[in-house]
């Protein structure tokens, strides 16, 4: 029998600002999931959070988007969400963008990272969670861990990797995707997924068997919202070792605190920094953004673990320095590169104080339009 992984999110609100969950509103919800397993609907749960961003690891043997399963989740997000409000919770209920729940999760808000598997005699893998940055974020390091050999030492080392692994990316802004495969179209891969905010890798298989090896969460709330509601805070299922980046190799693709698009308001780049659970909180600018990896082993279809990954001292210098980017980042206060870029921007809270300048700018005299837009045309409006 398959199995599936679900990996199910959402910010139902929290505490003290948009810092942590509160433990009450975790405490409801795992009574919910808890009785879903007892139903049979679910073989296993694992409930945590990083940042405001509540998150469920599921286990389970009903495939990608099954109702029963979205709906204990919604059911159980819902209830969390109650118990939020109840507490005055910050912004209670915000990830939840539907008032009742049709079919599935997709287009409701939550976050969703699912793989239906053939369970490995022993099937390691990892969850990633990330708060205060973006789907796309996992563009850079998906790259180390599948694609670059000096990284992922596997690639050229382990026959088993050797042949490279195909990545599908969507374009969020046109709803579409596309199939690349690495080594041989690499170049390709990177043109599009070094723009993040736009081509986010959605899905990872073993080129050789077509093996499913990874998949990231890609719902982006501002696009189904229609307005500014928050970073999509992204989560991924990353399947390691036996013919697949090993473990170390999944972790070593963190060990450089890059720059992603997130932190304050959803709209500053800030360094990514991986930390313990205990540390998966945002604080400093609401931020900066951060990692939590938890490590897992599925054994006839439950779940074996969590190893809080990044809770190593072997990380501490990749903590510090992402502290000391921090530092560098904020001191370009409102300006950029610190702050996001224009078309960015455009989902965010700025239009709206944009709006107020309308009509203030004066005509200067034989000047020419030009567009600006990477998203448009590139011609100048000759
Ligand atoms: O990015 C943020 C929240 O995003 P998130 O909920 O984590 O997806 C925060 O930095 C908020 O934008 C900031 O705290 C301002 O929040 P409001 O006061 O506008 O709610």
Known sequence: MKSTISVLKADIGSLAGHHMVHPDTIAVATKVLS???????????????VGDDMEFIISHNRGELDQKVHELVWNALKEA?????ELGLYAAGQDLLSDS?????????????????????????????ADKTEPGAFN?????????????????????LHDGFKFEVLDVYEGESIALNTPEESYDLLALIGTPDRYIVRRIYRKQDNMLAAVVTTERLNLIAGKYVGKDDPAMIVRVQHGLPALGETLEAFT?????????????????????QKDARATRFDGPPRLVGLGFNLKNGRLVGPSDLFDDPAFDEVRRNANIIADYMRRHGPFMPHRLEPQV????????????LKGRFTKEEGSKKAKASIYTSTESNE
């Open 256 to 276: 450089v605190p890059y720059l992603v698009a997130g932190w304050m308001r959803g709209s500053h780049y800030g360094p990514l920094m991986p930390v313990s």
């Open 345 to 356: 921007m455009e989902y965010t809270t700025l239009p709206k104080v944009m709006e107020r």
């Open 35 to 49: 009785e879903g397993k007892k139903q049979g609907i679910i073989n296993d749960f694992y409930p945590t959070f």
């Open 140 to 160: 850079l390091p998906l790259y180390k861990m599948f694609a670059d050999p000096f990284n992922t030492a596997g690639l050229v080392i382990d026959p088993a």
């Open 101 to 129: 729940f049709s079919g599935n999760l997709k287009g409701m808000g939550p976050g969703i990272a699912e793989m239906e598997i053939e369970e490995r005699p022993s099937e390691p893998f990892v969850v990633f969670m």
């Open 81 to 85: 969400a109650n118990k939020a409000k």
